[in-house]
């Protein structure tokens, strides 16, 4: 017997196990299944718009859920960026009421964003504490020198 009889009969020995699996889960499933024409045509036309639907709306909410994790997540890191340009760059008090006060404000506001994107703070170029971007931009550069 050669390698290509020995393919074959493997082939055919496996291609009659899944017909008779497939004959015995045809049976099982053709038991559950509805007889009349109506409802078979029902099932047609539902279940593809059912199982359509509920894969939308699971990739839609998970992009939603990530974009906005994503974006909540930057505005923390911004928010505390900006505390601590506030505390390196201008003169605080001794018990730092200022930056107490400034923190407390960011979280009152915490998740809304009201406060980063005011108009007058975006026209002016400011962050959340009206602290020009330039301003600090330029301290940098002149401890940088």
């Given at each position: 017997?050669?390698?290509?009889?020995?393919?074959?009969?493997?082939i055919r020995n496996a291609s009659q196990r899944v017909s008779a699996a497939n004959g015995w889960m045809g049976n099982a499933f053709k038991s559950w299944m509805p007889?009349?024409?109506?409802?078979?045509?029902?099932?047609?036309?539902?279940?593809?718009?059912?199982?359509?639907?509920?894969?939308?709306?699971?990739?839609?909410?998970?992009?939603?859920?990530?974009?906005?994790?994503?974006?909540?997540?930057?505005?923390?890191?911004?928010?505390?960026?900006?505390?601590?340009?506030?505390?390196?760059?201008?003169?605080?008090?001794?018990?730092?009421?200022?930056?107490?006060?400034?923190?407390?404000?960011?979280?009152?506001?915490?998740?809304?964003?009201?406060?980063?994107?005011?108009?007058?703070?975006?026209?002016?170029?400011?962050?959340?504490?009206?602290?020009?971007?330039?301003?600090?931009?330029?301290?940098?550069?002149?401890?940088?020198?």
């Amino acid at each position: 017997m050669s390698t290509l009889d020995t393919g074959l009969t493997l082939i055919r020995n496996a291609s009659q196990r899944v017909s008779a699996a497939n004959g015995w889960m045809g049976n099982a499933f053709k038991s559950w299944m509805p007889t009349g024409l109506y409802a078979r045509a029902l099932l047609i036309m539902i279940v593809p718009m059912v199982i359509l639907q509920t894969v939308v709306a699971f990739v839609f909410m998970e992009r939603h859920w990530n974009t906005v994790t994503r974006r909540l997540s930057a505005a923390v890191v911004q928010d505390i960026a900006s505390l601590i340009d506030v505390y390196k760059f201008y003169p605080q008090d001794k018990d730092r009421s200022q930056l107490r006060r400034i923190g407390q404000r960011l979280q009152q506001t915490e998740g809304t964003g009201a406060v980063r994107t005011h108009p007058v703070l975006q026209e002016r170029g400011d962050n959340a504490f009206g602290v020009s971007r330039i301003r600090g931009n330029q301290q940098r550069n002149a401890e940088d020198n």
